[in-house]
């Protein structure tokens, strides 16, 4: 008995039909050689048509995971004798199904790799894998996600439409290559562009972020869309762009971002010396912003007032005559109980008076007007969660890798957005299946929290993308795509 591995063509007379979608959904096995060399060596010659000798020898070539199988007989015909897969368009379809199966689930070949080296399977070299990824899986995605944006744009029409966008940066530590910016419409919550750009350490770290978030937003202007309002986080660069070149378009910040801003100015000055009593305070600070947003009904006069009543609130005063329009605490009176168990701050104190130095202070007051209509980014922050399974932030990706997978995780969302939440129960004894309450940690919150269970994700996107691969290597489809290979990260990171 010979093995021999070959990276060489293989000659087989083993060709599937037209059909791709069988060669998908065929269930495939694990088999072991020597079980594999039971079945074939009790079977007959079939070099000729009259010879009933047995087998005696096995020749073994293999291309990836794709084995092919020679035999000679007792008298001394040599004859082809099994291939292990289908063949598309002189490809065996299992390597090719493979390198698919890596990207659309969001692994990467090291970690495949490395798995079957140790279960001791065989599997398309590092250099097929990334062919394959370059000619055949890249230009599919991309067709596919055009297709899937230019549906999401028709079903907006004409009508006004409100985007939310917020940087995220492919980092590790300190390592960042990529700059990403990506849009969501606000009512379908499905994503409408998106923007990748290369950050290069010998340009200002403000220029990519400028750039990329003017690609992706003029690609949903030159599509006709009309962008009426634009959600962001509070970036000086971006805010720029927007006055500059959109300023037919309200621009806003996200809340929760805002607050957040707020809160960590609160919390630094709660570290000095008699500003103690500001600790306690900085959840109910942030609370405020958010009521004063959510309240001030796009009145941006109303929405300052009510940001600046924070102060007499916390020395314990409920009525003012200052302002125009709010003079008034909107909560319940207290009682003598509730009064005395809150910890007022002394009115005048050096406590009270950093406070009003960060409500006052300019890089607060600036922003306040742009809370007027009570934005968050609260979706394509859940967005951004869900692309880390694509592309995980400590792996590295070239260019085509990198929007290949931000393109799959695009479609995920759009194609998943509509998932209904699992009714929970909140008593474990009266669970049945899966629909016990889910707890995880709130980096927000800082605790433990309930988190809604949705019903289990549709892949069919992918066996769609899967059944155009097929056609694409069978000659059947041909997808355009330009490559990205001039745009690489930096030498000391590893492609995955």
């Not at 909560?331 to 701050?345: A, N, P």
């Amino acid at each position: 008995m010979e093995a021999e591995v070959d990276d060489s063509s293989v000659d087989s007379k083993c060709n599937i039909s037209s059909h791709t979608q069988d060669a998908i959904s065929e269930n495939k096995y694990l088999v072991f050689e020597s079980c594999l060399d039971t079945l074939l060596m009790g079977s007959r010659c079939l070099g000729a048509k009259t010879c009933p000798a047995a087998i005696r020898k096995l020749k073994k070539r293999t291309i990836g995971s794709f084995l092919s199988v020679d035999a000679e007989c007792l008298n001394g015909h040599r004859f082809h004798l099994w291939d292990s897969q289908p063949k598309k368009g002189g490809m065996p379809l299992g390597n090719i199904l493979t390198s698919a199966a890596i990207l659309l689930s969001g692994s990467n070949y090291h970690k495949v790799s490395y798995m079957n080296k140790i279960l001791g399977l065989k599997q398309v070299s590092k250099t097929t894998h990334y062919r394959n990824e370059r000619t055949y899986l890249f230009p599919t995605i991309d067709y596919h996600w055009h297709q899937e944006q230019e549906k999401t744009i028709q079903e907006l029409g004409n009508k006004p439409v409100c985007l939310s966008s917020v940087r995220q940066n492919d980092s590790l530590g300190f390592n960042t290559t990529y700059c990403i910016y990506s849009f969501i419409e606000s009512s379908t919550k499905k994503i409408v562009s998106f923007s990748i750009d290369q950050v290069s350490k010998k340009c200002n770290s403000v220029f990519p972020e400028k750039e990329t978030f003017k690609k992706a937003l003029n690609v949903i202007k030159d599509k006709g869309v009309n962008v009426q309002l634009i959600c962001t986080e509070r970036h000086p660069g971006i805010r720029n762009v927007m006055k500059t070149n959109y300023n037919q378009i309200m621009h806003q910040f996200d809340v929760w971002h805002f607050a957040k801003f707020v809160g960590n100015k609160v919390v630094n000055a709660s570290k000095k010396k008699a500003c103690e009593d500001l600790a306690q305070w900085v959840s109910p600070i942030k609370n405020h912003v958010c009521w004063a947003a959510r309240t001030c009904e796009g009145n941006k006069d109303l929405l300052m007032e009510k940001w600046l009543s924070l102060l007499y609130h916390v020395i314990g005063v409920h009525e003012w005559e200052t302002g125009k329009l709010y003079h008034k605490c909107e909560h319940e009176d207290l009682t003598d109980v509730v009064e005395k168990r809150h910890l007022w701050i002394k009115k005048d104190s050096f406590a009270h008076r950093k406070l009003a130095e960060i409500m006052h202070s300019r890089s607060v007051t600036k922003d306040i007007p742009h809370l007027s209509q009570y934005c968050q980014n609260g979706e394509i922050n859940f967005y951004h969660s869900n692309t880390l399974k694509y592309r995980p932030k400590q792996n590295r990706f070239f260019m085509g890798g990198m929007t290949a997978r931000t393109q799959l995780a695009a479609i995920d969302h759009n194609q998943n957005i509509q998932r209904q939440r699992i009714h929970m129960v909140k008593d474990k004894s009266q669970a049945e299946g899966n629909q016990h309450p889910h707890l995880g940690y709130s980096k927000i919150k800082k605790n433990w929290v309930i988190k809604p269970v949705y019903d289990i994700k549709q892949c069919d996107f992918a066996f769609d993308i899967l059944r155009d691969i097929l056609s694409y290597v069978s000659g059947e489809k041909v997808f355009q795509w330009e490559s990205k290979l001039d745009k690489i990260p930096p030498k000391h990171c590893q492609a995955t």
